[in-house]
């Protein structure tokens, strides 16, 4: 990956501090994603689904409503505002979101490159601007497949982090990435008893969550801990210690894997 899509993930455990110092409206030049809708296929992965569902989170903060979730393109096209707990909110733009919405767009939209295996290939993405036939904003954010889609909408929380105003995007944003290479892991040692933080024998289970958001944001997709389970007897009735590591364990793994998209190695 290059430089940019390698930050620190720093930048998304500031990510409300910073929204909360942000103004609301997009300059000129910007689609602002303030009345937005998000487009997804209710198929994609349950990783891609749960960076949509940060992306409208960190909207929400700064308008108090978080984006309309659209699973039919015609349909989002065609809703120009819903009522959401008795309140009507307008739908001004749209993130279309994966391979799946971007075929769809493309039969609509005759300006839309096809996204393929080849184009933009394995786990990369394309994040682009554009305008529909009548006049809806859109920002289309895919892969070539599902890695490709997810590491698109984390682009595009980071852009919007980047903007002034916190919620907005270049109208005219055409940006391509795909990675250098197809395996790119991290290797924790928990051996080692230094004292916490440093080393990750003293991590709860939510502090190996964060550690495991912080790795996906830096493009990796394999995580190798050094897990404990050498130590253990092969008995039918383990300690109760023991018990109660393997189900933290089991749930580390469980999130890497469905909520990040990550490969796990022990």
Known sequence: MNNKQ?????????????????????GAGEISLKQAGVVVDAREASYVHYTIAELRRQIEVLTGYAPILFHDLEEALETDEVDELGITLPVRSLVVVGRAMADRLAQVQNETTPITDQYPGEQGFVLKSMRAAGGRNIVLTTGSDSHGTNYAVMELRQLLLESSSGLAVSDTLDYFDKPTLKVRALYFHQHWRFNYPYCPWSWSVEQWKRVIDTTAYMRYNLVIPFAH????????????????????????????????GMKVWL
Request: proline share 4%.
């Open 6 to 26: 390698l930050k620190s993930c720093g930048a998304v455990s500031l990510c409300y501090c910073l929204l909360l110092t942000a103004s609301w409206n997009a």
């Open 229 to 260: 389970t050498d130590w253990m007897a092969p008995r039918a009735n383990p300690s109760i210690v023991e018990q109660e590591y393997l189900a933290g364990l089991r749930e580390v793994i469980d999130y890497a894997q469905r909520r990040r």
